[in-house]
């Protein structure tokens, strides 16, 4: 596959809704993530590497001894009608178990968590509707070849979360602070053997 590559991170719901940090890590992974690659040049070839991974999983399952408090399960599925396999790891130093998900469609090749294989195998409304991605994407340098971009708002929990040795005060001033950028955005192309890059902050209305 050829096609382009994006990569997305994101606070789980869980976490978001977590009153402590212990509790935003005590029951799940606290991050959604994905990578996905346009399959659109080559479909058969993301298929392919779906049941590449898949094999690779399954024996790996098989080489885990059975005393070592470690299990890795592996499943068929179908996402928005497209097949997928996820692998859920299960470890006993692990306050949580780990899943993941592999699939692919006509369009696109995704692995990360499930909340990442369904939005990119049963896609929905995307950042293409989000007002603030619009918004920097009109600052984004002409014929961009990389682009890295920082939504303010989701972070708020993160920095909302009283944590060791701090005050609810200092945790408060940190919302403030990232409360004020709607978005952040990073672009970069390149021009006759030169690289120009462009960073963008841009505040809340």
Request: hydrophobic residues 50%.
């Amino acid at each position: 596959m050829t096609g382009d590559l994006a990569i997305w991170v994101g606070l789980t719901p869980t976490f978001a809704e977590a009153t402590s940090l212990f509790a935003a890590l005590a029951s799940e992974l606290p991050l959604d993530f994905g990578i996905l690659i346009d399959a659109r040049a080559n479909p058969d070839q993301a298929a392919a590497l779906v049941e590449g991974v898949k094999s690779a999983l399954t024996f790996a399952a098989r080489q885990v001894p059975a005393d070592s408090g470690t299990t890795i399960t592996t499943a068929d599925e179908t996402i928005g009608g497209n097949a997928a396999v996820s692998a859920t790891i299960v470890d006993r130093s692990l306050p949580f178990p780990i899943e993941l998900v592999v699939g692919a469609s006509a369009d696109v090749f995704v692995i990360g968590t499930r909340a990442a294989a369904e939005a990119a195998l049963n896609p929905g409304a995307g950042m293409d509707a989000d007002p603030a991605f619009k918004e920097a994407l009109r600052y984004a340098l002409p014929d961009t070849l990389q682009l890295q971009y920082l939504a303010g708002a989701p972070l708020a929990p993160l920095f909302g979360l009283p944590l060791v040795g701090s005050n609810a005060s200092d945790a408060q001033v940190l919302v403030d602070i990232i409360s004020l950028l709607s978005s952040s955005s990073i672009s970069s192309t390149t021009t006759n053997g030169l690289t120009y890059t462009r960073l963008v902050l841009t505040l809340a209305a």
